[in-house]
C-alpha cells in the first residue's frame, strides 16, 4: 500500500489568512507574521501548500490578532478564523450564499467543495438524523480542533443553534458530529 500524499491546500486560502491580517493590521501585522513564520508569505494561487505550513501560518495570524487567546483555544479559534477567511474568497463568496439556507447541503457536499481547495485531503459526510451529520476527514495534518471550529464557523454563518463534538480515530483520521436543533 502506498504512503498517503502530503496533504495540501491551495496558496490562494493561505494568502486570505495573510490578506485578513493584513486588512486589520497593515503591513505592521505581516511584518510581524514574517518574523514569527520565519519563511517567505507569499504564495502561488494554485501552489499546492502542505497543511502543516498553514496550520503554522494561521495560528500565528491568530496570535497576531488576538494575543488573549488561551493556548487550549488556540486550534478552534483558529478553525474559526479559517472559515471566515474562506468566507471572504472568491469561492467561499460563491458558494456560502448557495448553502446559507441550507447549511446540510454543505456538509453533505463537504468533500466536493473541499476538492477545489485540498490535495490529499478526503472528507465523508454521514447523515445521521435530522440536524446531525458525522464528518470523517482523511489524511488530515489539522490539530483535532481546528476543523471543530471550522464547521462551528459555518454553522454560525448558517444562524444554527448546534455544536461540534471532535474525535481522533487515529492514523491521521478525525471525526465531527455536528448536530442543531431543527424545527
Given at each position: 500500500?502506498?504512503?498517503?500524499?502530503?496533504?495540501?491546500?491551495?496558496?490562494?486560502?493561505?494568502?486570505?489568512?495573510?490578506?485578513?491580517?493584513?486588512?486589520?493590521?497593515?503591513?505592521?501585522?505581516?511584518?510581524?507574521?514574517?518574523?514569527?513564520?520565519?519563511?517567505?508569505?507569499?504564495?502561488?494561487?494554485?501552489?499546492?501548500?502542505?497543511?502543516?505550513?498553514?496550520?503554522?501560518?494561521?495560528?500565528?495570524?491568530?496570535?497576531?490578532?488576538?494575543?488573549?487567546?488561551?493556548?487550549?483555544?488556540?486550534?478552534?479559534?483558529?478553525?474559526?478564523?479559517?472559515f471566515e477567511n474562506f468566507?471572504?474568497t472568491e469561492l467561499g463568496?460563491?458558494?456560502?450564499?448557495?448553502?446559507?439556507?441550507?447549511i446540510r447541503l454543505f456538509?453533505?457536499?463537504?468533500?466536493?467543495?473541499?476538492?477545489?481547495?485540498?490535495?490529499?485531503?478526503?472528507?465523508?459526510?454521514?447523515?445521521?438524523?435530522?440536524?446531525?451529520?458525522?464528518?470523517?476527514?482523511?489524511?488530515?495534518?489539522?490539530?483535532?480542533?481546528?476543523?471543530?471550529?471550522?464547521?462551528?464557523?459555518?454553522?454560525?454563518?448558517?444562524?444554527?443553534?448546534?455544536?461540534?463534538?471532535?474525535?481522533?480515530?487515529?492514523?491521521?483520521?478525525?471525526?465531527?458530529?455536528?448536530?442543531?436543533?431543527?424545527?
Open positions: 500500500m502506498e504512503p498517503e500524499p502530503t496533504p495540501t491546500i491551495r496558496g490562494l486560502f493561505v494568502m486570505s489568512h495573510i490578506n485578513a491580517l493584513e486588512a486589520e493590521r497593515g503591513r505592521d501585522g505581516v511584518v510581524e507574521l514574517m518574523t514569527r513564520y520565519g519563511k517567505p508569505t507569499r504564495f502561488g494561487m494554485f501552489e499546492n501548500v502542505p497543511v502543516r505550513e498553514e496550520v503554522a501560518i494561521i495560528e500565528h495570524v491568530l496570535d497576531i490578532l488576538d494575543p488573549s487567546v488561551p493556548p487550549e483555544r488556540r486550534a478552534f479559534s483558529a478553525g474559526k478564523l479559517h468566507s471572504k463568496g460563491l458558494i456560502l450564499p448557495l448553502f446559507r439556507s441550507n456538509f453533505m457536499n463537504a468533500n466536493h467543495i473541499a476538492g477545489y481547495v485540498f490535495n490529499g485531503v478526503r472528507f465523508i459526510s454521514e447523515e445521521r438524523g435530522k440536524g446531525n451529520i458525522r464528518i470523517i476527514m482523511e489524511n488530515n495534518d489539522y490539530p483535532l480542533d481546528h476543523f471543530a471550529g471550522f464547521f462551528q464557523g459555518v454553522m454560525d454563518y448558517g444562524r444554527l443553534d448546534g455544536e461540534v463534538h471532535a474525535e481522533d480515530l487515529g492514523g491521521k483520521r478525525y471525526a465531527y458530529d455536528l448536530s442543531w436543533k431543527t424545527d
